[in-house]
């Protein structure tokens, strides 16, 4: 059986991201299911395994096709671009901003290059990335750009769970602005492609209400009659096998327990609250609308426990688990 290999950029050195990297790539179930090929720096990675207990030997390579991918070996690009005695774990720093960019950089090329099936990501620090004067706040702009993508399209996946996002990093009241007939159409349309991509057959899809109880009928809240419903009716006449709007404080647990593929949540915290709720550690981001596909852990680099051999790996584990199970069908596609 094909094992896809998955590009992991270790994320912000000052954080917890080398810690879950090593600590991953020495679960041997992880190496059962992919080829895993760390883009960071050595000496990082090998201070990460000593503060962390996890004893595994670094294989320096310049191309994933050529790596040992036997347990205990970590297969890594070393861009040797953190200068130990001034990195500082726990702390915000221009230093592990920029490299952390240089790893997503070279990790997204090689998906781009088809030397990498999946992006794997760790966690990034937003002030570090600010501090090194890096013009993106978060992954999903920095890979879009890179793969010069307008649009990516996130998903959140948690056991059973899938969700999708409306809108995501804007206040609560532009989110109310932005759900509108014409958005929530063409994100149904945008959902369902998706979905498919990820080889999930004629997908069935809810939408979930905005306004408490879904405005009952504009008594409180006319988002749903005016936009909603119309949005809805208009995608069912194409075929789209939608519904909606359902009660946002039912709609996750019908789709958890299988009655939906997926659900449209129409802001930001809407779905983050009811994916987080089911399991945190093990709610994974997928981003998909890019000609590579990206997992990622879904938490951030915890500088108050960076150094300190606590963090647990179980997200990236998830990632990489997920990144393997819908390479084929991506690739397949693409």
């Known amino acids: 059986m094909y094992k896809p290999i998955l590009a992991i950029p270790m994320g ?122 890096v013009p993106f706040i978060g992954h999903t702009e920095i890979v879009g750009a890179l793969t010069r993508t307008q649009n990516p399209l996130t998903m959140f996946q948690v056991h059973n769970l899938r969700v999708f996002f409306l809108s995501r990093h804007v206040s609560l009241r532009q989110a109310c602005e932005l759900v509108t007939k014409n958005n929530l159409l063409a994100f149904i349309d945008q959902s369902v492609s998706a979905l498919k991509i990820l080889g999930v057959k004629n997908p069935h899809i809810a939408v979930a209400g905005l306004n408490p109880h879904s405005g009952e009928h504009g008594l409180f809240g006319r988002e749903e009659v005016d936009a909603v419903m119309p949005a809805v009716a208009a995608a069912r006449q194409r075929g789209v096998n939608v519904d909606g709007p359902i009660g946002a404080d039912s709609v996750f647990h019908f789709a958890l327990k299988g009655k939906y593929d997926a659900v449209l949540s129409l802001y930001h915290d809407q779905g983050h609250i009811a994916t987080k709720m089911v399991d945190f550690e093990k709610t994974i981001s997928i981003t998909i609308g890019m000609p590579i596909l990206r997992t990622s852990v879904d938490h951030g680099t915890a500088l108050d426990i960076a150094g300190k051999g606590i963090a647990s790996p179980v997200s990236l584990i998830e990632a990489i688990r997920l990144g393997a199970e819908y390479a084929p069908f991506f690739n397949q596609d693409h």
């Open 12 to 133: 912000d050195a000052a954080g917890i991201g080398p810690e879950i990297t090593v600590k991953a790539l020495a679960d041997n179930a992880v190496q059962e299911i992919a080829r895993m090929v760390v883009v960071g720096d050595r000496m990082v990675l090998q201070k990460a395994m000593e503060f962390s207990n996890v004893d595994l030997s670094i294989n320096c390579i310049d191309d994933p096709r050529d790596g040992n991918y036997t347990s205990g070996v970590v297969n890594l690009i070393d861009l040797d671009n953190i200068e130990m005695d001034k990195l500082k774990m726990g702390a915000v720093q221009a230093m592990t901003g920029k490299a952390a960019y240089e790893y997503i950089e070279v990790a997204t090329r090689l998906c781009l290059d088809k030397k990498a099936d999946v992006l794997t990501t760790t966690a990034i620090n937003k002030e570090s990335l600010k501090a090194a004067k």
